[in-house]
């Protein structure tokens, strides 16, 4: 069974960056899709990014795009998300998610990391 543990959460001022870092245990990630997702005290989770398992073509957020890559190391079994320009609206606990294919649909993933907290301040 993959489990996922994310890293790299923390606090950030305003305009900050941060890197967040996702690895797999007792599987390998090349055999799957994988994701960031975040959620927001008051909100629903929703999508980040994403990134394909055939190809690594990458998909983000309207949020996320110009601010965001997402990318992976199979030689490292990780997946990553770099944060940059941050705002506190970006304020959120962040996971990685794994699936067999690439969608924002949440149901679709089946393995899921318990989440890092990323705190933004003004």
């Known amino acids: 069974q993959v489990q996922l543990v994310e890293s790299g959460g923390g606090e950030v001022q305003t305009g900050g960056s941060l890197t967040l870092s996702c690895t797999a245990s007792?599987?390998?990630?090349?055999?799957?899709?994988l994701a960031w997702f975040r959620q927001a005290p008051g909100r629903e989770r929703e999508g980040v990014a994403r990134i394909r398992r055939t190809d690594d073509t990458t998909f983000y957020a309207n949020f996320a795009k110009g601010r965001f890559t997402i990318s992976r190391d199979i030689t490292k079994n990780s997946v990553y998300l770099q944060m940059s320009n941050l705002n506190p609206e970006d304020t959120a606990v962040y996971f990685c998610a794994a699936a067999p294919f690439s969608t924002f649909h949440q149901n679709t993933y089946q393995i899921w990391g318990r989440g890092t907290q990323v705190t933004v301040s003004s």
């Open positions: 007792g599987g390998a990630l090349n055999t799957y899709a």
